[in-house]
């Protein structure tokens, strides 16, 4: 199980997103685009008990990039799989709310092998206008 000092930028973790909203989880998409079913989900930005999330997607999409292959490390499900994320989709949680999604979306990272990918690989995201 994931705690809340693990919770950092560059965390990776598979979550139930029906969870992460029902726990107080809000998305910039309208709610028939957002994601459903376990995915995994990068943290792009944390501050003092809340943090923003970009969901993994498995196939190309139209507006979607390419997460890259190096600076990955973790579960192989993780690191071999190939990924995309979207910019109109950011997720905005409360610590809390990310500990249930991992629980409920089944996360495979453990403490001593979290997902993560490196700082310098994590999409830019322009949060503020969110």
Known sequence: MIHEDE???GLVLHLCPDTLA?????YTCGPDQRVRDGHFFICITTDSGSTSWLPLYSNEGVGRTKVPMNDRTGHPKWTTGTFYWHQ???????HSAVIAAAVAGKDKSSRTKRNMI?????????????
Do not use: C, F, M, Y
């Open 88 to 94: 109109d989709q950011v997720w905005h949680a409360p």
């Open 7 to 9: 919770i950092v930028k």
């Open 118 to 130: 490196e700082e310098s690989a994590l999409p830019r995201i322009d949060t503020a206008s969110d």
């Open 22 to 26: 029902e726990n107080g989880g809000t």
